[in-house]
């Protein structure tokens, strides 16, 4: 028979163990700036970037393989990622615009269940009134990055409340000016057939490239410092590489390299080491998935997307059987009165792509001169190129198929992204395609219809960077 201090000493330990199972998890989110999701190694497909970091913590946790944002440019991007809404709801379809007043983002859902929630490094949001962070200041040194972040969790620990922290990378972003270029020499680069090889994009990639391995540097620091102070077990460690890169059909587009992301999760004990997940992960999904994971209450309608706390675990949960995307090309630096707005709709397998400007050319600043030197003629094709898409033209290309895909869309473009993930080949009018490409067009049109999006020409004419 046991003594009564063992009795004691039993429910003791039993107390401890159900208040550790309790314990609200930490969260730290690690965020790149236009990175195209195909140079990470564990996720291939472009040009190949060395990322060990990245690829080391795909294959400890979890990498979500159709991750998508709704549009490929900054501000939008950040203000869907923090809110849990797409930009139908928060108006911030324009690049440096600011969400409506009622949006309500992760501060508003985390503090109430006692948490610090911090953000450190680019902000590129707004009102503060919706995105009440803790600000802990800008900057594009690692070190400093550590230092501050380091910073931050050990006021949370000894506080001891949880803490959910935003890490905001400027790297890939350009002005490139970090990392070490020479580690990619142009001649040994391997060039992915969506772009159209000429000197001047393999000059461009290097200074890039030393970004997103300057990006994956960081990574690796901050889950060092997880792992060594021992709060790896109780912490969920994302990474994302936002939007992809200011090359052609990425970033600016709702091509598949635009809107596709990258997205890894770590947590050693909580989630499964190596999975993948093939499910659809909208951006908007992660606000509602923290919530859950704090054990917090999801109001369903608070947000546009849902929980993916499941998928994180390693179950294969259909959350979404859609997601929708859209570009609104007003105001994008250099282009204050070109309205060409495109939205489109993803499956599991297929890509649908809605132009209803096709009188109109798209065009932004990547592309500027390019667009110049069509309009100009051959004759101006003997001076020095400013920017890859502008060599390609130089390159007396003008008919290249992809050159025309720059300015030239159609109305609709049906991509199979199974069979043809760089989305070379549109099966729009493919009589074998005629039911994907029917059964598309309905669900993005009724979702544009649910948010007043039916005529996004009409709604481009009247958004501005104020809303």
Known sequence: MLSPMIHVVALFLSLAFQLLGSERPNFVFVLGDDINRDNLGCYGGGVTCRTPHL??????????????????????FRQELFSGRTPWRTRTFLNHSKSTGETRSLPHYLKPLGYRVALLGKTHIGPKSCYPFEYLGDTNDNAVFLKKATAFIRSCQQESVPFC?????????????????????PGQLKIPPYWIDTPELRQALPPYLAEVSNFDALVGKVREFLD????????FLFVCTEQGSQFPFAKWTCFDNGLHTGLLAYAPGRIPRGHVSDELFWMCDLAPTLLELAGGTINPAAFDGRSQAANLRGEKARVHDHVFGAFSNKGIIDNQDRIFPIRCVRDRRYSLIWSPATK?????????????????????????????AESWVVANRPQDPLVRKLFHRPEFALYDLEKDPYELTNLADDPAHAGHLARLKTALMDHLRKHGDDDPVKTEHALTKKN
């Open 228 to 235: 060594q102070s021992e709060l790896a077990p109780n912490s």
């Open 165 to 185: 922290l935003m890490i905001a990378s400027h790297d890939a972003h350009s002005p490139f000016t970090n990392g070490d270029a020479s580690a990619y020499p």
């Open 55 to 76: 690829d080391r913590l795909a294959a400890d946790g979890v990498r979500f393989a159709k991750a998508y944002t709704s549009v490929a440019m900054c501000a939008p």
């Open 360 to 388: 109109s050319i798209t065009s932004n600043v990547t592309l500027t001169g390019a667009l110049a030197r069509l309009k100009a003629g051959a004759e101006t094709r003997e001076s020095k190129a400013v920017h890859p």
